[in-house]
């Protein structure tokens, strides 16, 4: 067992010049990380964090509702907090993931569960420390949990990260959660020729200015019963009309048309399509 984080690192990414929390901006992109609790025990916390030009993460607020607390007043005053920053969506831990869900969903926020587990938040938030990447607030209960958290490597070599026996890791989960998000690649656009396409960080498409426009070039499907029905009629009212105008011309040999249609469709140059794939991540 040992320290998780050195002391150096973590006092390295404290910014003592800056106030607790900071007004969110328009022109930010904001993540939002809860670590909520039934209120008997422990500390309900939330973080809301953003990505700077300098490519560090940035901590904006850090809350946290000691036990005991309502935790549907909790969740109501959380998620107005969200939505202040533009966070309408809220990842969280899988804690009484139903109960949670709805809480936030009945304030108009949606909550996710989170796909990392709060060890794999800790592991992967290391990284960003060590190079330099985080700007912290010096809030004192999330730095004093911060640099209690204790590593241990199993006898098959996987480390885990924790508090200690009889401490709290609530502010340093809500903190390592949003450090998580706000790190990920970021959705971009790239036009390229006739349109583009964004897909997120998971290959979800989100939009899509390509894909109709080749629609246009796929085969017409087989026309159905009634479709066949109905082109026959306007046929048949086609040749009638053509008598009644033209008695002496030879019937329309409708087969021969469709014949002749298709032979010149055939010999005709293939289209010059252009489409570009539209992924990627920064």
Same mark, same amino acid.
């Given at each position: 067992? %040992?320290?998780?984080?050195?002391?150096?690192?973590?006092?390295?990414?404290?910014?003592?010049?800056?106030?607790?929390?900071?007004?969110?901006?328009?022109?930010?992109?904001?993540?939002?990380? +809860?670590?909520?609790?039934?209120?008997?025990?422990?500390?309900?916390?939330?973080?809301?964090?953003?990505?700077?030009?300098?490519?560090?993460? +940035?901590?904006?607020?850090?809350?946290?509702?000691?036990?005991?607390?309502?935790?549907?007043?909790?969740?109501?005053?959380?998620?107005?907090?969200?939505?202040?920053?533009?966070?309408?969506?809220?990842?969280?831990?899988?804690?009484?993931?139903?109960?949670?869900?709805?809480?936030?969903?009945?304030?108009?926020?949606?909550?996710?569960?989170?796909?990392?587990?709060?060890?794999?938040?800790?592991?992967?938030?290391?990284?960003?420390?060590?190079?330099? &990447?985080?700007?912290?607030?010096?809030?004192?209960?999330?730095?004093?949990?911060?640099?209690?958290? &204790?590593?241990?490597?199993?006898?098959?070599?996987?480390?885990?990260?924790?508090?200690?026996?009889?401490?709290?890791?609530?502010?340093?989960?809500?903190?390592?959660?949003?450090?998580?998000?706000?790190?990920?690649?970021?959705?971009?656009? &790239?036009?390229?020729?006739?349109?583009?396409?964004?897909?997120?960080?998971?290959?979800?498409?989100?939009?899509?200015?390509?894909?109709?426009?080749?629609?246009?070039?796929?085969?017409?499907?087989?026309?159905?019963?009634?479709? %066949?029905?109905?082109?026959?009629?306007?046929?048949? &009212?086609?040749?009638?009309?053509?008598?009644?105008?033209?008695?002496?011309?030879?019937?329309?040999?409708?087969?021969?048309?469709?014949?002749?249609?298709?032979?010149?469709?055939?010999?005709?140059?293939?289209?010059?399509?252009?489409?570009?794939?539209?992924?990627?991540?920064?």
């Amino acid at each position: 067992m %040992q320290t998780f984080l050195p002391d150096d690192l973590i006092d390295a990414a404290v910014d003592h010049n800056r106030p607790l929390e900071l007004a969110p901006q328009a022109d930010l992109v904001y993540k939002c990380f +809860v670590d909520m609790s039934g209120g008997a025990h422990d500390a309900a916390t939330i973080c809301i964090a953003h990505r700077d030009s300098g490519d560090r993460v +940035v901590v904006d607020v850090i809350r946290g509702k000691p036990a005991p607390h309502d935790p549907n007043s909790v969740a109501a005053e959380y998620a107005t907090l969200a939505k202040e920053y533009r966070c309408g969506t809220i990842i969280g831990d899988a804690y009484a993931k139903g109960w949670v869900r709805g809480a936030f969903e009945a304030h108009g926020v949606e909550y996710r569960q989170s796909k990392l587990t709060r060890s794999e938040l800790y592991l992967e938030g290391l990284v960003l420390f060590s190079r330099g &990447q985080v700007r912290l607030p010096s809030h004192d209960a999330t730095l004093r949990e911060v640099r209690l958290l &204790q590593r241990r490597v199993a006898k098959s070599g996987r480390d885990s990260v924790d508090h200690g026996v009889g401490g709290h890791d609530d502010h340093a989960n809500a903190l390592f959660g949003s450090l998580h998000l706000v790190a990920q690649p970021r959705d971009f656009l &790239q036009p390229i020729g006739l349109g583009g396409k964004i897909f997120s960080s998971t290959g979800a498409k989100l939009f899509d200015s390509v894909s109709p426009f080749f629609d246009k070039f796929k085969s017409a499907p087989a026309p159905t019963p009634n479709q %066949q029905l109905h082109e026959a009629s306007l046929k048949a &009212q086609h040749e009638e009309m053509r008598k009644f105008v033209e008695p002496n011309r030879t019937p329309v040999d409708w087969d021969v048309l469709a014949a002749a249609k298709k032979a010149r469709e055939a010999n005709q140059p293939p289209k010059l399509l252009f489409y570009g794939k539209l992924l990627g991540s920064r």
